[in-house]
Protein backbone atom coordinates (compact mmCIF):
# COMPACT_ATOMS: atom_id res chain seq x y z
CA UNK A 1 0.00 0.00 0.00
CA UNK A 2 1.36 3.48 -0.62
CA UNK A 3 1.78 6.45 1.30
CA UNK A 4 0.92 10.20 0.36
CA UNK A 5 3.20 12.83 1.95
CA UNK A 6 2.37 16.54 1.83
CA UNK A 7 3.98 18.95 2.61
CA UNK A 8 2.57 22.50 4.17
CA UNK A 9 3.03 23.98 1.07
CA UNK A 10 1.29 21.72 -0.80
CA UNK A 11 -1.41 21.53 1.20
CA UNK A 12 -1.61 24.87 1.11
CA UNK A 13 -1.71 25.47 -2.72
CA UNK A 14 -4.53 22.27 -2.73
CA UNK A 15 -6.91 24.31 -0.37
CA UNK A 16 -6.54 28.10 -1.64
CA UNK A 17 -7.33 26.55 -5.06
CA UNK A 18 -10.64 25.06 -4.21
CA UNK A 19 -13.94 25.59 -6.20
CA UNK A 20 -17.02 26.62 -4.39
CA UNK A 21 -18.14 22.72 -5.03
CA UNK A 22 -15.06 21.21 -3.29
CA UNK A 23 -15.26 23.43 -0.39
CA UNK A 24 -18.60 22.78 0.18
CA UNK A 25 -18.48 19.37 -0.41
CA UNK A 26 -15.45 19.34 2.87
CA UNK A 27 -18.18 21.15 4.64
CA UNK A 28 -20.49 18.48 3.98
CA UNK A 29 -18.24 15.49 4.90
CA UNK A 30 -17.15 17.39 8.11
CA UNK A 31 -20.59 17.78 9.24
CA UNK A 32 -21.66 14.28 8.98
CA UNK A 33 -18.75 13.07 10.61
CA UNK A 34 -19.71 15.63 13.63
CA UNK A 35 -22.96 14.28 13.65
CA UNK A 36 -22.29 10.97 14.31
CA UNK A 37 -19.74 11.93 17.11
CA UNK A 38 -22.21 14.09 18.70
CA UNK A 39 -25.12 11.56 18.14
CA UNK A 40 -23.27 8.58 18.68
CA UNK A 41 -24.98 6.79 15.70
CA UNK A 42 -23.03 3.57 14.25
CA UNK A 43 -23.92 1.53 11.33
CA UNK A 44 -21.90 -1.61 9.78
CA UNK A 45 -20.83 0.54 6.76
CA UNK A 46 -19.73 3.33 8.82
CA UNK A 47 -18.26 1.98 11.98
CA UNK A 48 -18.10 3.70 14.88
CA UNK A 49 -16.53 7.34 16.39
CA UNK A 50 -13.86 6.96 19.04
CA UNK A 51 -11.97 10.32 20.12
CA UNK A 52 -10.10 9.28 23.32
CA UNK A 53 -8.70 11.93 25.26
CA UNK A 54 -5.14 13.49 23.99
CA UNK A 55 -1.98 12.82 26.14
CA UNK A 56 1.21 14.55 26.56
CA UNK A 57 4.75 14.63 27.10
CA UNK A 58 7.46 17.10 28.51
CA UNK A 59 10.90 17.77 27.89
CA UNK A 60 12.65 18.78 30.73
CA UNK A 61 15.55 19.40 28.46
CA UNK A 62 13.58 22.19 26.51
CA UNK A 63 10.63 22.82 28.25
CA UNK A 64 8.65 21.76 24.81
CA UNK A 65 5.38 19.67 25.55
CA UNK A 66 4.31 17.18 22.65
CA UNK A 67 0.60 16.35 22.36
CA UNK A 68 -0.81 13.42 20.90
CA UNK A 69 -4.18 13.07 19.92
CA UNK A 70 -5.78 9.83 18.50
CA UNK A 71 -9.15 9.41 16.96
CA UNK A 72 -10.35 6.44 15.07
CA UNK A 73 -13.95 6.76 12.73
CA UNK A 74 -15.22 4.46 9.51
CA UNK A 75 -12.48 6.10 7.33
CA UNK A 76 -9.66 4.81 9.54
CA UNK A 77 -7.52 5.98 11.88
CA UNK A 78 -5.42 8.97 12.92
CA UNK A 79 -2.78 10.32 14.87
CA UNK A 80 -1.59 13.87 15.59
CA UNK A 81 1.57 14.78 17.10
CA UNK A 82 2.07 18.70 17.93
CA UNK A 83 5.29 20.48 19.94
CA UNK A 84 4.88 23.66 21.32
CA UNK A 85 6.98 25.48 23.62
CA UNK A 86 7.76 29.07 24.00
CA UNK A 87 10.66 29.52 21.36
CA UNK A 88 9.09 28.52 18.18
CA UNK A 89 5.29 28.42 16.87
CA UNK A 90 3.37 24.94 17.22
CA UNK A 91 4.75 22.69 14.48
CA UNK A 92 4.02 18.84 14.01
CA UNK A 93 1.78 16.10 11.77
CA UNK A 94 -1.13 14.11 11.20
CA UNK A 95 -0.42 10.38 10.47
CA UNK A 96 -3.27 8.86 8.68
CA UNK A 97 -4.30 4.74 8.60
CA UNK A 98 -6.25 2.66 6.65
CA UNK A 99 -9.24 0.78 8.61
CA UNK A 100 -6.70 -2.18 8.53
CA UNK A 101 -3.93 -0.66 10.26
CA UNK A 102 -1.37 0.18 7.35
CA UNK A 103 -0.30 4.01 7.15
CA UNK A 104 -1.13 5.92 4.16
CA UNK A 105 -0.91 9.55 4.74
CA UNK A 106 1.68 11.73 6.09
CA UNK A 107 0.72 15.56 6.52
CA UNK A 108 2.53 18.55 8.07
CA UNK A 109 -0.51 19.84 10.84
CA UNK A 110 -0.04 23.43 10.36
CA UNK A 111 -2.30 24.57 7.86
CA UNK A 112 -4.30 21.70 7.90
CA UNK A 113 -5.21 22.47 11.74
CA UNK A 114 -5.44 26.16 10.98
CA UNK A 115 -8.26 25.18 7.84
CA UNK A 116 -10.12 22.54 9.53
CA UNK A 117 -10.98 24.79 12.79
CA UNK A 118 -12.29 27.42 10.21
CA UNK A 119 -14.15 24.83 8.24
CA UNK A 120 -15.94 23.57 11.11
CA UNK A 121 -17.17 27.14 12.07
CA UNK A 122 -18.26 27.44 8.57
CA UNK A 123 -21.09 24.99 8.94
CA UNK A 124 -22.77 27.64 10.90
CA UNK A 125 -22.00 30.37 8.61
CA UNK A 126 -23.43 28.80 5.23
CA UNK A 127 -27.08 28.70 7.12
CA UNK A 128 -26.75 32.38 8.07
CA UNK A 129 -28.75 34.54 6.09
CA UNK A 130 -26.68 37.58 5.95
CA UNK A 131 -22.75 38.01 5.37
CA UNK A 132 -22.03 41.46 4.66
CA UNK A 133 -19.27 42.57 7.44
CA UNK A 134 -16.81 40.25 8.98
CA UNK A 135 -14.75 41.92 12.30
CA UNK A 136 -12.49 39.50 13.14
CA UNK A 137 -9.74 39.64 16.04
CA UNK A 138 -6.43 38.09 15.30
CA UNK A 139 -3.97 37.91 12.18
CA UNK A 140 -2.32 34.35 12.80
CA UNK A 141 -3.68 31.07 10.13
CA UNK A 142 -6.54 30.82 12.52
CA UNK A 143 -8.05 34.47 11.65
CA UNK A 144 -6.47 33.68 7.43
CA UNK A 145 -8.76 30.95 7.36
CA UNK A 146 -11.60 32.13 8.94
CA UNK A 147 -11.61 34.89 6.47
CA UNK A 148 -10.48 32.76 3.44
CA UNK A 149 -13.11 29.79 3.81
CA UNK A 150 -16.01 32.44 4.50
CA UNK A 151 -14.74 34.58 1.44
CA UNK A 152 -14.55 31.12 -0.49
CA UNK A 153 -18.37 30.03 0.64
CA UNK A 154 -20.27 33.74 0.69
CA UNK A 155 -17.72 35.83 -1.19
CA UNK A 156 -20.42 37.21 -3.11
CA UNK A 157 -22.44 38.69 -0.14
CA UNK A 158 -19.19 39.69 1.96
CA UNK A 159 -18.22 43.92 1.13
CA UNK A 160 -16.46 44.44 4.30
CA UNK A 161 -13.83 42.65 6.36
CA UNK A 162 -12.60 44.42 9.70
CA UNK A 163 -9.22 43.30 11.34
CA UNK A 164 -8.69 43.77 14.86
CA UNK A 165 -4.66 43.24 16.27
CA UNK A 166 -2.78 43.94 19.54
CA UNK A 167 -0.55 45.64 16.58
CA UNK A 168 0.58 46.32 13.51
CA UNK A 169 2.69 42.69 13.28
CA UNK A 170 4.85 41.09 10.66
CA UNK A 171 1.74 38.28 10.80
CA UNK A 172 -1.00 41.38 10.29
CA UNK A 173 1.07 42.36 7.31
CA UNK A 174 2.05 38.95 5.98
CA UNK A 175 -2.21 38.32 6.51
CA UNK A 176 -3.16 41.26 4.87
CA UNK A 177 -0.67 40.34 1.85
CA UNK A 178 -1.91 36.57 1.69
CA UNK A 179 -5.40 37.92 1.16
CA UNK A 180 -4.83 40.95 -1.69
CA UNK A 181 -2.67 38.27 -3.48
CA UNK A 182 -5.50 36.20 -4.12
CA UNK A 183 -5.64 36.33 -7.88
CA UNK A 184 -7.94 38.67 -9.82
CA UNK A 185 -9.71 35.94 -11.22
CA UNK A 186 -10.22 33.70 -8.21
CA UNK A 187 -11.73 36.95 -6.44
CA UNK A 188 -13.97 37.25 -9.07
CA UNK A 189 -15.57 33.27 -9.63
CA UNK A 190 -15.93 34.00 -5.50
CA UNK A 191 -17.97 37.44 -5.52
CA UNK A 192 -15.71 39.56 -3.22
CA UNK A 193 -13.41 41.43 -5.98
CA UNK A 194 -15.33 45.05 -4.40
CA UNK A 195 -14.57 43.97 -0.78
CA UNK A 196 -12.39 46.09 1.50
CA UNK A 197 -10.44 45.29 4.38
CA UNK A 198 -9.33 47.34 7.20
CA UNK A 199 -6.97 46.79 10.06
CA UNK A 200 -7.52 48.56 13.42
CA UNK A 201 -4.70 48.60 16.31
CA UNK A 202 -5.01 50.01 19.88
CA UNK A 203 -2.58 52.63 19.23
CA UNK A 204 -4.94 54.15 16.97
CA UNK A 205 -6.35 57.24 18.71
CA UNK A 206 -10.32 56.51 18.16
CA UNK A 207 -9.69 52.04 19.34
CA UNK A 208 -12.42 52.22 21.50
CA UNK A 209 -15.02 54.18 19.04
CA UNK A 210 -14.28 52.14 16.38
CA UNK A 211 -13.70 48.77 17.80
CA UNK A 212 -17.63 49.73 19.35
CA UNK A 213 -18.46 50.27 15.66
CA UNK A 214 -16.85 47.46 14.03
CA UNK A 215 -18.41 45.15 16.40
CA UNK A 216 -22.16 46.26 16.39
CA UNK A 217 -21.90 46.74 12.72
CA UNK A 218 -20.33 43.06 12.21
CA UNK A 219 -22.59 40.08 10.89
CA UNK A 220 -20.18 37.37 11.70
CA UNK A 221 -17.38 38.24 14.57
CA UNK A 222 -14.15 35.87 14.47
CA UNK A 223 -12.05 35.75 17.48
CA UNK A 224 -9.06 33.58 16.57
CA UNK A 225 -6.22 34.81 19.62
CA UNK A 226 -4.80 32.90 22.30
CA UNK A 227 -5.79 35.89 24.87
CA UNK A 228 -6.18 35.55 28.35
CA UNK A 229 -8.62 38.34 28.51
CA UNK A 230 -11.49 39.67 27.16
CA UNK A 231 -11.11 40.82 24.00
CA UNK A 232 -14.13 43.74 23.93
CA UNK A 233 -16.59 44.99 26.55
CA UNK A 234 -19.74 42.90 26.74
CA UNK A 235 -21.93 45.87 26.88
CA UNK A 236 -21.15 46.37 23.45
CA UNK A 237 -23.43 43.48 22.24
CA UNK A 238 -25.60 42.74 25.24
CA UNK A 239 -27.22 46.60 25.87
CA UNK A 240 -30.43 47.02 24.48
CA UNK A 241 -28.75 48.46 20.93
CA UNK A 242 -26.25 45.92 20.45
CA UNK A 243 -29.14 43.26 20.95
CA UNK A 244 -31.14 44.59 17.73
CA UNK A 245 -29.24 42.28 14.90
CA UNK A 246 -28.44 38.75 15.25
CA UNK A 247 -24.65 37.94 15.11
CA UNK A 248 -22.65 34.43 14.34
CA UNK A 249 -19.70 35.15 17.47
CA UNK A 250 -17.18 32.31 16.91
CA UNK A 251 -14.19 32.01 19.27
CA UNK A 252 -11.29 29.42 18.45
CA UNK A 253 -8.38 31.41 19.59
CA UNK A 254 -8.57 30.21 23.84
CA UNK A 255 -7.94 26.71 24.76
CA UNK A 256 -6.92 26.35 28.20
CA UNK A 257 -8.97 27.44 31.14
CA UNK A 258 -6.12 30.14 31.33
CA UNK A 259 -7.34 31.98 28.35
CA UNK A 260 -10.25 33.75 27.17
CA UNK A 261 -12.10 35.70 24.67
CA UNK A 262 -15.36 36.81 25.02
CA UNK A 263 -16.42 38.35 27.98
CA UNK A 264 -18.82 36.12 30.48
CA UNK A 265 -21.95 38.63 30.57
CA UNK A 266 -21.90 37.83 27.01
CA UNK A 267 -22.15 34.25 27.18
CA UNK A 268 -24.66 34.84 30.34
CA UNK A 269 -27.16 36.90 28.65
CA UNK A 270 -26.94 34.19 26.09
CA UNK A 271 -28.13 31.70 28.00
CA UNK A 272 -30.24 33.09 30.10
CA UNK A 273 -33.42 31.80 30.81
CA UNK A 274 -36.94 33.11 30.86
CA UNK A 275 -39.68 32.87 33.15
CA UNK A 276 -43.57 30.98 31.35
CA UNK A 277 -45.11 34.15 29.76
CA UNK A 278 -42.16 36.55 29.33
CA UNK A 279 -42.10 38.97 26.89
CA UNK A 280 -39.76 41.27 24.96
CA UNK A 281 -40.70 44.92 24.99
CA UNK A 282 -38.06 46.00 22.19
CA UNK A 283 -37.08 44.57 19.17
CA UNK A 284 -34.01 42.18 19.95
CA UNK A 285 -32.39 39.65 18.14
CA UNK A 286 -33.43 35.65 18.73
CA UNK A 287 -31.68 33.94 21.50
CA UNK A 288 -31.14 30.20 21.27
CA UNK A 289 -30.20 29.79 25.04
CA UNK A 290 -27.11 28.01 24.97
CA UNK A 291 -23.94 27.89 23.04
CA UNK A 292 -22.59 25.74 20.60
CA UNK A 293 -19.55 23.69 21.15
CA UNK A 294 -17.49 21.09 19.29
CA UNK A 295 -17.10 18.83 21.90
CA UNK A 296 -18.74 19.19 25.32
CA UNK A 297 -16.43 17.43 26.83
CA UNK A 298 -13.34 19.91 25.41
CA UNK A 299 -15.51 22.65 26.22
CA UNK A 300 -16.23 21.68 30.05
CA UNK A 301 -12.67 21.18 30.37
CA UNK A 302 -10.61 23.61 28.82
CA UNK A 303 -12.46 26.70 27.48
CA UNK A 304 -11.69 29.31 30.07
CA UNK A 305 -15.10 31.32 28.75
CA UNK A 306 -16.89 28.16 29.45
CA UNK A 307 -15.20 28.00 32.96
CA UNK A 308 -15.73 31.35 34.17
CA UNK A 309 -18.78 31.45 33.26
CA UNK A 310 -20.30 28.87 35.28
CA UNK A 311 -21.98 27.31 32.19
CA UNK A 312 -23.30 23.51 32.76
CA UNK A 313 -23.70 20.84 30.12
CA UNK A 314 -27.53 21.38 29.95
CA UNK A 315 -26.39 24.96 28.43
CA UNK A 316 -24.01 23.68 25.79
CA UNK A 317 -25.05 22.00 22.62
CA UNK A 318 -22.45 20.29 20.24
CA UNK A 319 -22.45 21.36 16.97
CA UNK A 320 -22.44 17.80 15.39
CA UNK A 321 -26.04 17.61 17.14
CA UNK A 322 -27.54 20.76 14.96
CA UNK A 323 -25.13 20.14 11.62
CA UNK A 324 -27.63 17.47 9.89
CA UNK A 325 -30.96 19.41 10.52
CA UNK A 326 -32.79 19.18 7.28
CA UNK A 327 -35.65 21.40 8.41
CA UNK A 328 -34.29 24.68 7.39
CA UNK A 329 -36.94 25.15 4.60
CA UNK A 330 -36.04 26.81 0.84
CA UNK A 331 -39.07 29.10 1.68
CA UNK A 332 -37.63 30.10 5.44
CA UNK A 333 -34.59 30.91 4.34
CA UNK A 334 -35.93 33.19 1.11
CA UNK A 335 -38.34 35.14 3.56
CA UNK A 336 -35.84 35.41 6.12
CA UNK A 337 -32.97 36.78 3.43
CA UNK A 338 -35.65 39.87 3.37
CA UNK A 339 -36.55 40.15 6.57
CA UNK A 340 -34.98 42.13 9.55
CA UNK A 341 -32.96 40.35 11.42
CA UNK A 342 -34.58 41.37 14.25
CA UNK A 343 -37.24 39.15 16.10
CA UNK A 344 -39.48 39.58 18.89
CA UNK A 345 -39.44 36.55 20.20
CA UNK A 346 -37.39 34.73 21.92
CA UNK A 347 -36.27 30.68 20.97
CA UNK A 348 -35.08 30.35 24.66
CA UNK A 349 -38.91 31.07 25.87
CA UNK A 350 -39.43 27.37 24.12
CA UNK A 351 -36.45 26.10 25.18
CA UNK A 352 -37.10 26.75 29.00
CA UNK A 353 -40.65 25.44 28.67
CA UNK A 354 -39.37 22.04 28.61
CA UNK A 355 -38.85 19.57 31.46
CA UNK A 356 -34.78 19.53 31.33
CA UNK A 357 -34.46 18.16 34.80
CA UNK A 358 -33.25 15.25 34.11
CA UNK A 359 -31.90 15.61 30.32
CA UNK A 360 -27.87 15.25 29.85
CA UNK A 361 -27.49 17.50 27.32
CA UNK A 362 -29.27 20.80 25.86
CA UNK A 363 -30.54 19.32 22.57
CA UNK A 364 -32.52 17.13 24.73
CA UNK A 365 -34.58 20.27 25.50
CA UNK A 366 -34.76 21.38 22.14
CA UNK A 367 -36.42 18.25 20.12
CA UNK A 368 -37.44 15.99 23.29
CA UNK A 369 -36.52 12.71 23.40
CA UNK A 370 -37.50 11.35 19.84
CA UNK A 371 -35.11 13.76 18.05
CA UNK A 372 -32.38 14.44 20.37
CA UNK A 373 -31.82 11.76 22.19
CA UNK A 374 -28.09 10.50 21.57
CA UNK A 375 -26.62 6.49 21.51
CA UNK A 376 -23.54 7.37 23.29
CA UNK A 377 -21.22 4.92 22.64
CA UNK A 378 -19.50 3.01 25.83
CA UNK A 379 -16.23 4.93 24.97
CA UNK A 380 -17.57 8.14 25.62
CA UNK A 381 -16.96 9.94 28.96
CA UNK A 382 -20.01 9.78 31.49
CA UNK A 383 -21.38 13.29 30.78
CA UNK A 384 -21.89 12.56 27.20
CA UNK A 385 -24.27 10.16 28.20
CA UNK A 386 -27.63 11.22 27.48
CA UNK A 387 -30.99 10.82 29.76
CA UNK A 388 -33.58 8.39 28.53
CA UNK A 389 -36.50 9.72 30.27
CA UNK A 390 -39.18 11.52 28.14
CA UNK A 391 -39.79 15.28 27.44
CA UNK A 392 -43.46 16.69 27.65
CA UNK A 393 -44.17 20.09 25.92
CA UNK A 394 -46.12 22.52 27.25
CA UNK A 395 -48.21 22.72 24.52
CA UNK A 396 -52.41 22.74 25.62
CA UNK A 397 -53.42 19.65 23.75
CA UNK A 398 -56.99 20.03 22.47
CA UNK A 399 -59.55 16.62 22.71
CA UNK A 400 -59.87 15.27 19.45
CA UNK A 401 -61.91 12.04 18.52
CA UNK A 402 -59.70 11.29 15.75
CA UNK A 403 -56.38 9.98 15.99
CA UNK A 404 -55.12 11.91 12.61
CA UNK A 405 -56.32 15.17 14.13
CA UNK A 406 -53.99 14.75 16.96
CA UNK A 407 -50.97 13.40 14.89
CA UNK A 408 -51.69 16.88 13.02
CA UNK A 409 -51.31 18.42 16.09
CA UNK A 410 -48.33 17.03 17.00
CA UNK A 411 -46.71 17.58 13.60
CA UNK A 412 -47.61 21.81 13.97
CA UNK A 413 -45.89 21.53 17.29
CA UNK A 414 -42.48 20.29 15.95
CA UNK A 415 -42.72 22.41 12.70
CA UNK A 416 -43.29 25.45 15.44
CA UNK A 417 -40.20 23.90 17.34
CA UNK A 418 -38.26 23.79 13.82
CA UNK A 419 -39.14 27.03 12.69
CA UNK A 420 -37.60 28.83 16.04
CA UNK A 421 -34.84 26.92 15.09
CA UNK A 422 -34.32 28.03 11.87
CA UNK A 423 -34.57 31.56 12.84
CA UNK A 424 -31.76 30.94 15.61
CA UNK A 425 -29.25 29.34 13.64
CA UNK A 426 -29.99 31.82 10.61
CA UNK A 427 -30.68 35.14 12.05
CA UNK A 428 -30.19 34.97 16.00
CA UNK A 429 -27.38 35.79 18.20
CA UNK A 430 -25.44 32.13 17.80
CA UNK A 431 -22.09 31.93 19.65
CA UNK A 432 -20.16 29.18 18.99
CA UNK A 433 -16.79 28.04 21.04
CA UNK A 434 -14.15 25.20 19.73
CA UNK A 435 -11.20 24.15 21.57
CA UNK A 436 -10.26 21.84 18.64
CA UNK A 437 -11.27 17.63 17.79
CA UNK A 438 -8.77 15.24 16.41
CA UNK A 439 -11.83 13.72 14.70
CA UNK A 440 -11.23 17.28 12.28
CA UNK A 441 -7.69 16.76 11.19
CA UNK A 442 -8.57 12.78 10.30
CA UNK A 443 -11.70 13.57 8.30
CA UNK A 444 -10.05 16.50 6.52
CA UNK A 445 -6.94 14.74 5.67
CA UNK A 446 -8.38 12.44 4.66
CA UNK A 447 -9.77 14.85 2.50
CA UNK A 448 -6.60 16.52 1.52
CA UNK A 449 -4.91 12.91 0.70
CA UNK A 450 -7.81 12.56 -2.27
CA UNK A 451 -7.76 15.54 -3.52
CA UNK A 452 -3.84 15.28 -3.60
CA UNK A 453 -3.75 11.94 -5.47
CA UNK A 454 -6.80 13.44 -7.91
CA UNK A 455 -4.54 16.43 -8.88
CA UNK A 456 -0.89 14.62 -8.52
CA UNK A 457 0.58 16.89 -5.87
CA UNK A 458 2.45 15.10 -3.26
CA UNK A 459 5.07 12.52 -2.67
CA UNK A 460 4.07 8.88 -3.26
CA UNK A 461 6.02 5.77 -1.67
CA UNK A 462 5.10 2.70 -3.53
CA UNK A 463 4.42 -0.15 -1.56
CA UNK A 464 5.90 1.35 1.43
CA UNK A 465 3.15 -1.27 3.18
CA UNK A 466 3.10 -4.90 2.02
CA UNK A 467 0.27 -5.64 1.38
Known sequence: MSLTVLSDDQIRGLLESLSFEEAEGF???????????????QSIDDGVVHQPERTSVRSGATGATTLFMPSFSGLGHAVKVVTVSSDIRPTGSVTLYSPQGPPIGFLH?????????????????????SVRTLTVFGSGLQAYWHIRLALMLRGNTIRQVYIINRRFSDSARDMLKKIYGVPKDTKQREGWEQAQFSLLTPGYNEYDRLQKEHLREADVIFCCTPSTEDLFDASILTNHEGRRKGRLIVAVGSYTKQMRELPRDLLLRATRSHPPGHMHYHKHATE??????????????????????????????????????????????????????????????????????SVGTAMSSVFGSESGSSKRSSSRSPSRHGSGAGLSLPFHHRRSSSQGDEHRHKQQQQNSRDDHLARWLTSGNVIYKSVGLGLMDLVVG??????????????????????
Open 27 to 41: VQVLKSALHEYSTGT
Open 109 to 129: AQTLTAFRTALASSCLLIRRA
Open 288 to 357: GGVIIVDTLDGALKEAGEIIEAGLEPKQLVELGELAMIHRLAREEEESLASRSSTETSSISESFDKLDIA
Open 446 to 467: FEIVRLAQERGVGSTIEGFSSS
